[in-house]
Structures are given as C-alpha cells and as structure tokens.
C-alpha cells in the first residue's frame, strides 16, 4: 500500500496593496497534504489547509488551495491559496523559483500576486524563517498510509447499464445550527445510453425556508479519487462546487477511520443485493465557506459524514437516518422495501449500525435486518412526519423516534436507472429520539439515551 505526504509549514513577509504605498505585515501557515510520496526529482501535487493573516485585511484559517512541488523536475513550487475577506474571494498565486547556484536562498522565498475577484490586488513576497522554522517544519514531515476512508471514495461503476452510485455528504453548523446537504450521484441507465452525472446542494437555516439549487444533468468525467462533473467534485479531503445560486469550498477531516459498513460487508464487496450504503469514515469535521445569494455559511471543524450508495435504484420505500450523538458516538439506520418481486410485499428491512465507545452494535449488519434463530429482529414503522425502529440484537433493544417537520423537510425527485421515478423528503435539521436498554435481570434497563433538536439527518423516500 502505498503513502502520501504531509507537513506543515509558515511563511512571513509583507504585500502592498493596489492604491497603497506602504506595505503591509502578510504570514501564512499551511498544512500541506499530498496522497503520494514526496520525491524531489518529480513534480507532486498536494492540498493545502490553513490561515491567512495581512494587517488590517484579513485573517482568514479556512484557507485552501494546491501546491505543485517540482524543485527538480521544474524548477520551481507553485503556490495557488484561495482566502476570503468580507465575502470577497482572494487568491494567492505565486513560486518559489528553484535556482541550483542558490538552491537555500531561492527554496526559502515566495514573490507572489494577490488578486481579488480576478482583478491584482497587490504584490509581496513571503520569506521562509530559517532560525525560528527549520526544525519545526523538518518535524512536521509525516508519510501516513492512504486514509482507509479514502479507498471507499473511489468510484466502483464499471461501464455496467441499470447502476446508480451516490457520494452524499451531510452536516450540521454547530455555532448557527444551519444543516447542509450535498448529494453527487452517477446514473446509468438501464437501456445502455451514456452514463450522467447529475445532484444538487441544500442549505436548512434554523429561522428560514430551506434553500437548494441541483446542477446537472451532464456527461459523467471518470475520475480516480471520487465524484467529478464540470466544476462540481467530492473526493478525499474536499469537496468543492458552483449549481445556481451557490458555490462551495469544503475540507474535510475524518475523525473516525474504521469504515461503518450499514448493510452487511459483503453486499458492498460483492454486490448481491439491489443497493447497499457504506460511511467511509462515520465521523468527520468540516471546514471552509457554502457562499449564496445574500450570506455566506462558515464552517471550522462542523460534524458530519460523507456516506456512499451503489445498487441498481432507490427502494420502493424507505427511511434513513445519521445521528451524531456526541463523544464520538454515531448512530446510522436505513430501513427500506425493495422493488424486486417477493421482496416488494415484505415489511422494511432494517439495517441499524450503533457505533459507540469504539465498539460497534449489532456486531453483524443481518441481525437487525433477518434476525438470528428467531431473535433480533428490527421494525420500522415508516411515514412523516415522524418514523420509527424498534428491535433487539444481543441482549439489547433499542427505540429510535425520528421527526421530519414539514418547515424544515425538502422533497427532490429522483430518476432510477430503469425511468421510474421516487421522491425523497430530506432533512438535515431534524429531530430524533434515541433510547438504549440493556437486558437486566427482571427486565430492562437503560444504557444510554439521546435527544437531537435540529441536529439529525434523516430522509423518507416513496414512489
């Protein structure tokens, strides 16, 4: 298995302004990722993280942008930071010019230009502090493994007709309480015509009418790391996008690692049933700007999952749920009918994935869903605006209360593979209620029980 790169790394200096005379006090700290090893004599690519500060302008830490490191093969690294000031977009653009008579001198400074909205807005040039830096930045090279979450983001679509496969990401601003929804989906219809990519972008505000913009239908752009459509992509650390009246830069940071699996390990290994959902990583943190007509959503370090479907098409009635329940616990629950004859007629089968204290319950997917020897089995009792699971598994039961309110629920439409079309009533503000027993002598006791006010993602979906 291969390793990436990743360090850190700070620079002073100063930059004058367009209109000014004197130049202003400018210092950057970056955190600077790259998924292959950094070797000197080739050119690496790497993404960028960090703070911008310039005296009396801008102190922006959600800075982002790319890095080209080429010392050998180019002569150069070029620096591409994107920032934000009041609103307006700046960007940093400039290189270190790599001269082999002054390798020290020419590796440690960073002329660069600074535009605004597209226009130059100055001129400057960092300087990287040999005494106070050096030793730090050396200490700061680290050479990790790929994020097990990041081999899950890699499309799995093989040219096949009748699939459909989902990148949906979910979050929640914990400082204004505004839900987001970003979902990227590849369809591929069932008659063999050409495979399209196709989504959208929603935004729940606590006082306010949800807002959505889709973007799409176009030809899908194979892409190795995940989703990827004209200006729109979801791949390992970030996601980013413009679809009508708004525009997105996000990174993101797995905090949780280990792969949930919400249906069985393998039906997303091995494809045998209609569809099967996956949390690549069940808790990550978000940060960077969804800018709209009128305001601007910041966030810095926000909960959230990216989750992945791959199947042939949305059930014929279903419910999902992704409650972040704090302390690092997680709950996921998708409760579906499949549209497949014989299994049509069933009640909901119910996938319930518990992860808590580092442990996740039920230990196998199927147990919920099938039961085991007659036990265990979990029911959904599925409508708006309130749904709800109820089971056993292993000594203990579980009681999940869902509600959707109609001001904060979106309806879309979605488009099967096969034409046929379904509707799902989404939620990123959503309440539920969530109560855990464990089985006692004479009885039941309570382990552990939450409440989410606002804070639950959920989803019903019909046809």
Request: hydrophobic share 35%.
């Amino acid at each position: 298995m291969s390793r990436g790169t990743t360090f850190a790394e700070t620079m002073l200096g100063t930059v004058r302004l367009v209109g000014e005379d004197a130049s202003r006090p400018m210092r950057i700290d970056l955190d600077v990722r790259s998924d292959e090893v950094m070797l000197l004599h080739r050119t690496t690519d790497a993404r960028v993280t960090g703070r911008v500060r310039i005296t009396g302008l801008a102190d922006d830490p959600y800075a982002t942008g790319e890095l080209e490191i080429s010392p050998l093969a180019r002569r150069r690294i070029r620096y591409h930071i994107n920032f934000t000031v009041e609103g307006r977009r700046y960007v940093l653009d400039g290189w270190k010019s790599i001269a082999p008579s002054r390798p020290l001198k020419s590796m440690t400074v960073l002329p660069f230009t600074l535009f605004a909205e597209g226009e130059t807005a100055g001129h400057g040039t960092l300087r990287f502090p040999l005494t106070t830096g050096l030793l730090p930045f050396l200490g700061s090279f680290r050479f990790p493994k790929p994020d097990k979450a990041d081999r899950h983001l890699v499309p799995r679509w093989d040219g096949k007709p009748g699939r459909t496969e989902v990148w949906y990401t979910t979050i929640t601003d914990p400082e204004t309480r505004t839900g987001l929804w970003l979902h990227h989906e590849l369809v591929a219809p069932s008659d063999g015509s050409e495979a399209y990519a196709h989504g959208w972008v929603a935004l729940y505000p606590p006082d306010g009418p949800v807002r959505h913009a889709r973007f799409g239908p176009q030809p899908w752009e194979p892409n190795p790391r995940g989703f990827a459509a004209d200006s729109i992509s979801a791949g390992p650390g970030e996601l980013t996008g413009r679809a009508g009246e708004f525009a997105w830069k996000l990174t993101e940071r797995h905090e949780d690692r280990t792969p949930l699996y919400t249906f069985p390990r393998w039906s997303w290994r091995r494809e045998l049933l209609p569809a099967a959902q996956i949390l690549p990583a069940p808790r990550s943190s978000y940060s960077g700007t969804v800018a709209y007509d009128g305001g601007e959503l910041r966030l810095a370090g926000a909960p959230g999952a990216t989750a992945r479907i791959y199947g042939h098409g949305n059930a014929r009635r279903w419910a999902w749920l992704h409650a972040d329940l704090g302390d690092g616990d997680v709950l996921e629950v998708v409760a579906a009918v499949s549209t497949r004859p014989g299994l049509r007629r069933l009640p909901p089968l119910v996938f319930l994935r518990l992860r808590k204290d580092g442990r996740t319950w039920p230990r196998r997917a199927e147990r919920g869903a099938i039961g085991w020897a007659g036990f265990g089995r979990f029911r959904a009792d599925i409508g708006l605006p309130e749904w709800t699971v109820i089971g056993t598994a292993g000594g203990r039961r579980i009681r999940v209360s869902v509600t959707q309110p109609e001001d904060r629920t979106l309806a879309l439409d979605y488009t099967d593979p096969d034409g046929s079309p379904a509707v799902c009533r989404n939620s990123e503000s959503a309440d539920a209620h969530i109560v855990l027993e464990r089985r006692k002598q004479g009885g039941w006791q309570t382990e552990a029980e939450w409440s989410l006010v606002g804070t639950a993602h959920a989803e019903v979906g019909t046809r």
